[in-house]
């Protein structure tokens, strides 16, 4: 039977980077030993400018019934002042498909050691994973509002969806070095007092874990200073966002970070960390890194197809290591030119 991958390649840079995504997806078929079918739905701005709603109802019809759902990036001013917004379609798919744990690896290849602003002995070895609560907090919180003159969110967690995500992170650390960072701001928030002390009970279940609690300030801090000193990191939603922004700075562009979404036994969705980029939108050199590697994370984890999505790593260090570079990198390779050398390298391994 072929596997159905929801397309959703989304406005911005979205479309120029899903097209590299697809044509690496199709180079390791012949690895995986099958076609996946894809199917392509109108989403975000272009769902608002196709079909008249960010996430129409055929799209996620056909989200609901994939085997994964692939997404490029959603967003920007055209939409901004509109009802219905390209970010609002997100959070409702996010929400629909109760994609509640948001997995972010970061690690910098060597071939990026000295493009990153960072110092390479500081983030040389760097290898660790953001689990970023993607279907609450504050992003979802009711009640809200907004007047000229007064404004307020909700920054709202319930203790089941603090113990799932929590029990996310130790299942990830156990095949890893087994340690765990709660990152809240405890000492002020209530939905973070809950945070912590649910961490704490969670992680008597994981004996052979180690949990550390650190304040968000004090963690964005050390993110930067000493990354190595991380493994797995987890946090609450619009943390996890802001964390995982500032660790792209490690490999030194957000262009190069992948994500991918999980629920409880529904379709997985893969997508960069970034979003539309509307200042480089239609140029043609944004970085395909992120969304190329996110069909990596597509093909390892909702198809265990762990050779293809090796080789995709590889051949996307290669392609570094041989020193192409987009331009958020410092070079002057095109996302068209960037996608065949790594398609080249596909075809030499
Ligand atoms: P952004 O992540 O789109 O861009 C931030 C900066 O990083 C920009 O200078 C951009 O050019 C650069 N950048 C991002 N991805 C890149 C890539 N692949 N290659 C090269 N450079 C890259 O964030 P921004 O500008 O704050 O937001 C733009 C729009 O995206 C907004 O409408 C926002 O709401 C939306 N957004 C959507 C997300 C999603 O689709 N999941 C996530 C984050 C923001
Ligand atoms: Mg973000």
């Known amino acids: 039977m ?11 840079i979205g479309p120029e980077i899903m097209d590299s995504g697809l044509k690496v997806l199709r180079a ?9 079918k894809l199917e392509k739905f109108p989403f975000g701005g272009a769902g608002i400018d196709e079909a008249g709603a960010s996430l129409p109802e055929e799209t996620l019809a056909a989200c609901q019934t994939a085997d994964a759902i ?5 967003g920007g001013p055209k939409w901004e002042k509109m009802q219905d917004t390209p970010e609002k379609g997100l959070l409702a798919l996010r929400k629909t498909l109760n994609l509640f744990a948001n997995i972010r690896p970061v690690s910098v290849s060597s071939a990026l050691l000295h493009l990153s602003p960072l110092k390479p002995e500081i983030i040389e070895g760097t290898d660790l994973i953001i689990v970023r609560e993607l ?33 996310s992170a130790f299942k990830i650390a156990q095949g890893r070095s087994k340690k765990v960072t709660s990152v809240d701001k405890a000492n002020v928030l209530a939905s973070s007092k809950l ?34 000193a991380f493994d797995v990191i987890v946090t609450e939603n619009l943390f996890g966002d802001i964390l995982s922004d500032e660790a792209s700075v490690l490999p ?14 529904g379709p997985s969705l893969y997508e960069p960390i970034h979003g539309s980029a509307p200042d480089i939108a239609g140029k043609g050199i944004a970085n395909p890194i992120s969304m190329i590697l996110s069909v990596a994370m597509m093909l390892r984890q909702s198809f265990q197809e762990e050779q293809a ?20 990198l410092g070079g002057q390779a095109s996302t068209a030119e960037f996608t065949d050398a790594v398609i080249q390298e596909l075809k030499g391994a």
């Open 28 to 36: 390791v078929e012949d690895t995986c030993g099958k076609t996946f």
């Open 135 to 167: 279907s609450s907090g504050i992003y979802f919180g009711e009640p809200r509002e907004l007047t000229e003159t007064m404004a307020f969110d909700t920054a709202r967690y319930q203790k089941d969806e603090i113990e799932r995500i929590i029990h």
């Open 252 to 265: 030194g562009s957000l262009g190069v970070l992948p994500s991918a979404s999980h629920s409880d036994g």
């Open 195 to 228: 945070w912590r002390a649910t961490a704490e009970e969670i992680a008597k279940e994981y004996p052979d874990c180690q949990l550390e609690h650190q304040y968000v300030d004090s963690a964005a801090m050390k993110l930067i200073q000493n990354p190595k």
């Open 309 to 328: 999505a090796q080789a995709i790593e590889k051949a996307c260090d290669a392609v570094l290591s041989n020193g192409l570079f987009t331009h958020d």
């Open 2 to 12: 072929n596997s159905k991958i929801v397309v959703l390649a989304g406005d911005g």
């Open 70 to 74: 692939l997404l490029g990036a959603i």
